[in-house]
């Protein structure tokens, strides 16, 4: 059975020409015209659409620099001139030092490791094309055949006729290990460096989550404030007491405001489209079908749209708001948080507890507030092992199902003609109308495999948070990891190696019924020679492969996908005011999808330098366009969503790695098949070399890189700190409290041109009513801050004039700026204020009377409508009040001082102290250090001792 000669014409049987294409799918050979075509091309159509975006970009700022416009002015890009090629300059002149406080530090990682991967290959290609090929030609034999493609098989080990030569294999195997591994250890030594200047930057002396610390698994005696200080007082060496906070339960208030986010955007959908013409109103109404849960409620089946929706929001509002004051510090979760008045101590103790778990916890910094997955944070240590298990069974079963359509597109979607072979119908209708067929093979399968490759890190992200990762960061390199799992797996192992594993599959079958032994026929079957010439005939494939990504580099610069879409939905369809203002806000960069792709092409490469030694600078080539590209990318058009400070780094370098390891075996596989075990032994430290340069890196610079001192503070230091304080308690507790707490609700937005048309159609229900009926027999609205005495808007919606569809004027409104644009702007609630270390989001009332429509101060006070300024934005409480979730509940001795009991300043740590006073024991009065750590905090009390009036007790003081 000759796998590379095939006659599949000779057959009649359709079946029997199904399994034949199976085992060799690219039977065509790979000519030199084809991948000289590939190049041109390539590089003739990025040259295109480079010219395009040079002479497009000057007068689309808004789409190609929408960071000129939006950034404040630390994080603004360098201004760009509005000639053709003004913004190859800024690119060049741009160093590291300022891209990591222009774009932030993991943006500067990136563009990094783009570079370093752009230099790895420039050297391996001096070494490929000056060495490997003249090797290759001047050791291999005539083939025989005469095609075309011989020219790319003498550049291959395919045809070598001396052993000898094969050397070369294992001398550029121990060059390019070297290689790699130098250009890692340097990025490693610089990306430690990049760390130390980011722990010194401002943003990061400043922020809450610098000094503070998550405690998860906390166990049920603990889970307290105090419990939470005996925790930490375990693992800390330092003699500075800290804030701490527990969580608490929310129950189900996350899912509402999430229905509640679904059911604004969709009636605004719905107005968008009703209102689509104000002056020629369609004759009906829109209507839905309500959700089966709701359906009992609404016999009838469909009912109108705007009504349903507009009164399901303000259930989902009044059950928001009941939620948000029903919460209180009885019912705790098993994770808290601790926070230091100084970075050293915050990370002294991190340190100190990274191989300790006082009490079964874990004891890690803590992330930013925004980072953090909440609904994760509470489960079990089991039952995140368990998830985990579960979410690498789905990864896997995805993966390998993968195989079978993989294979499919790859042999018939990509060469119809192959379809035709074994479908005779479908053959006589391609010949008929080759034109169409041609038009539907150059379009189907590219955009099948494109719409497989979006959805897959859609599906991997919700596989990973349902695996239990605690924060978005954590959850972004799980999906690297998994993208990068299936591509190398599907896309390089199973792609190239599909046809030997075929072959070898059926040759042992067809041997075994003949009845001779099995074993006997795995050893006849020359599985190494097959794999080696299998890997030498794909090499081409893999060479026009890489070739073309340099189209997409280019597509990505022009933006071309966005704008088409952006197009087509402001022609075709009714864009809601939201969604306008979206389309101008400056888009998130996917990190873990661009760097499953760059992984990947290198992996590609470090694979084939040998076997293919073009791919090298081919490779060389498209990192350095690409690493430009990107450069100006995220200096000027995309923004970080999550600043995670490059985390990334390490699961990138862990990749590198493997590649390099998986490129040894396949030079061993060469050296095995055409060569000697001598050569192999020569080749099997590699992999261990590499495995010992990772766990030195590890060892050298990871510390460094995760903590901001290493060194365990001196008692000493900590002397004269002031004593931890009620009030930065509470902050605390509102700063890393959960988002269901204090997040803003949505308000619909409607265009200014359909406000009319909605009154009328509303029938006068645009007015909220009486606000105060339910606490007071005065209707009371609010009034206008700007004019005092004349009544606000109380519209339940929020109406946008044309001018205003522009994300410059919300670039500040949290329900825009968590979603786009976070990395830039910063993130208030993370951020203090350098004399009172107050978050600067509490001093500006995040959660306030003006924060949302359905949330209140206090369980006792009616919610308010927004207040609106003169220009239109909201009135914010600059008392910033504290949830009653994180008030301190009412001891026995406050049991009398009614309401004001809730908001005294009473230290209730020092009360229940009072409480169960004992006699002093006898204590070493020459250590004083430890007589004064003990006194911010007493016993840890369980909820239910008899020290707490009943929870009833509670709620009516409150």
Known sequence: MDLHHLNLHARNDGTDTFLELIANPFRSAFTVTAIWASLGTSIGITILLALLFSLVRPRHSLVYAPKVKHADLKHAPPPV???????????????????????????????????????????????????????????????????TSST???????????????????????????????????????????????????????????????ITDIPPNSRTDEGILRLTDKVNPTAALPRAAIGRNVRDLPSIIKEHEEVVRELESVLAKYLKNPDRLPAKRPTIRPPRRQRAKHPGGKVDAIDYLTVRIRVLEEEIKHGRASIDRRNAMPYGFASWDNIEHAHAVAWNARRKSPEGTTITLAPRPSDLIWENLPLTKSARKWKRLVNFIWVTCLTLVWIVPNGLIAIFLSNLSNLGLVWPSFQRSLEANPNVWAAVQGIASPALTSLVYLALPVIFRRLSIQGGSKTKTSRERHVLGHLY????????????????????????????????????????????????????????????????????????????????????????????????????????????????YFLFYATVALCFATLQPIVLPVTALYFGVDAMLKKYLLMYVFVT????????????????????????????????????????????????????????????????????NRANLNDAEALGVNKTDKKASDRLSSKFGHPALYKPLLTPMVHAKAANALKEIYQGRLDQ??????????????????????????????????????FSYYKDRADFRDEFGGGIYGRPEDLMTERSHTPRSTLRGEWSPGSSRASS???????????????????????GLVHPAFRVPLSRGDSGNSVLGAYSNTDEADARLLSHAQAPAHTDIANPIDRWRTRGYGPVVQEDEPTFTSYEAYRSQR
Not at 560 to 579: D, G, H, I
Not at 670 to 678: M, Y
Not at 769 to 777: I, L, P, R, V
Not at 780 to 795: E, T, V
Request: aromatic share 14%; with cysteine; hydrophobic share 45%.
């Open 81 to 147: 001139g509005k000639g053709m090629f003004a913004w190859i300059k800024p690119i060049i002149n741009t160093r590291e030092a300022q891209l990591v406080d222009t774009v932030g530090l993991d943006a500067a990682i990136f563009l990094r490791f783009t570079k370093m991967c752009r230099n790895i290959f420039i050297c391996l290609s001096i070494i490929g094309c000056l060495v490997m090929i003249p090797v290759n030609i001047t050791q291999s034999r005539e083939p025989s055949d005469s095609t």
């Open 641 to 708: 969503k999550n600043e995670s400070g490059g985390s990334f780094w390490r699961v990138i370098f862990n990749r590198i790695i493997f590649a390099t390891i998986l490129a040894n075996v396949i030079i061993a596989l060469v050296a095995k098949s055409s060569g000697t075990w001598t050569m192999v032994f020569c080749v099997v430290p590699l992999p261990f070399l590499m495995i010992g340069f990772k766990i030195y890196c590890m060892k050298a610079f990871d510390s460094d890189c995760e903590f901001y």
């Open 485 to 596: 799992a299936f591509f190398v797996f599907n896309n390089l192992v199973v792609f190239s190696l599909f046809s030997v594993a075929w072959y070898f599959v059926t040759f042992v079958i067809d041997k075994t019924k003949n009845h001779e032994d099995a074993w006997q026929a795995i050893l006849e079957s020359r599985t190494y020679a097959k794999l080696v010439s299998a890997l030498c005939t794909m090499s081409p494939f893999w060479v026009t492969y890489l070739l073309q990504r340099n189209l997409g580099a280019a597509i990505d610069l022009v933006q071309l996908v966005t704008m088409v879409w952006v197009w087509f939905a402001k022609t075709f369809l009714s864009p809601t005011p939201r969604q306008a203002i979206e389309w101008t806000a400056p888009p998130p960069f996917d990190y873990a999808s661009y760097y499953n």
């Open 857 to 879: 101060p206090a369980p006792s006070l009616p919610s308010m409508p927004p207040l609106k300024m003169q220009d239109g934005s909201e009135y914010v409480d600059p008392t």
């Open 769 to 806: 009513g009486d606000m105060g009926g339910e606490y007071s027999d005065i209707a009371m609205n609010p009034m206008l801050a700007s004019d005092p005495g004349k009544s606000a808007d109380p519209s339940p919606f929020e109406v946008v004039p044309e001018s205003h569809l522009d």
């Open 152 to 214: 790319f098989n003498m550049m291959t080990p395919l045809n070598i006729k001396n052993p000898t030569a094969i050397w070369s294999q294992v001398v550029c195997a121990w060059a390019f290990d070297f290689i790699v591994a130098f250009f890692l250890w340097r990025n490693y030594r610089a990306v430690r460096t990049l760390r130390r200047k980011y722990f010194q930057s401002s943003e990061y002396q400043r922020s809450l989550h610098a000094r503070t610390l998550m």
